[in-house]
């Protein structure tokens, strides 16, 4: 079946340190992918895209996503976390088509320990 | 500024009740989104709309029915609700283009709990 997977449920990292969420996706083609934040009572926040173009795209608050079309994968970075990142992070795909929905993975929580 | 705008943030229905949630987006977009989420499941398509009085079932339509008649309006409908429907409802629109692709805008959510 077609699906996005967020291998990782819960990851706690130090702040300052770097991090990575991993995101992989099953479709055949090239899907659209993306990036979501979510802080806790809050809505979704989009933090990056991929379309076309450069696979490693940079988005808001500091974080870049690379995407590996050998690997099904479009993993998340940040160079050094700060508390404020703590929040759960969705990766979500659009299977490449034009009015089709967004397919989303079941996200993993990060925590920022000081 | 671009919006989608759910009318109800907080609801408590009881079981059986018929429950209207109502989305309202302003940017002349013609696909429309309803969402649940529940922690530990991400955001889990219930239903979608690419037109007007057009209708897409997602992952989850099961209990859940949707009506647009008109076409910044997305209506989702509980028909009988039941306490396995207490959730997160997110709404939200998109639109696209060659250039950048899609873009999507999500609403607010609707906390519904069903009692």
């Known amino acids: 079946a077609q699906s996005v997977t967020q291998p990782d449920i819960h990851i706690t990292v130090s702040e300052g340190a770097s991090l990575e969420l991993r995101c992989n996706y099953s479709y055949g083609a090239t899907p659209y992918l993306f990036w979501y934040v979510q802080s806790p009572g809050q809505g979704l926040q989009l933090l990056l895209k991929y379309f076309s173009g450069d696979t490693l795209v940079q988005g808001i608050k500091g974080f870049e996503a690379e995407f590996k079309r050998s690997q099904s994968s479009f993993n998340l970075r940040k160079p050094s976390v700060h508390w404020s990142d703590a929040a759960e992070y969705f990766c979500a795909v659009v299977p490449n088509q034009a009015g089709t929905a967004l397919i989303f993975g079941k996200g993993t929580t990060l925590s920022v320990s000081s | 500024d671009v919006k989608v705008t759910q009318s109800s943030r907080y609801l408590v229905k009881r079981t059986g009740e018929k429950v209207f949630l109502e989305c309202v987006q302003d940017?002349?977009?013609?696909?429309m989104f309803w969402y649940r989420q529940d922690p530990g499941l991400g955001l889990r398509l219930i239903y979608f709309s690419y037109d007007v009085k057009m209708k897409e079932k997602g992952d989850i339509p099961e209990g859940y029915s949707v009506s647009r008649e008109k076409k910044e309006r997305f209506s989702l409908i509980l028909e009988s609700a039941s306490t396995n429907q207490t959730s997160m409802y997110l709404c939200?629109?998109?639109?696209?283009?060659?250039?950048?692709?899609?873009?999507?805008?999500f609403g607010e959510g609707s906390w519904l709990t069903v009692v």
């Open positions: 940017m002349d977009h013609e696909n």
């Open positions: 939200a629109s998109s639109s696209f283009d060659g250039r950048s692709g899609n873009t999507i805008y």
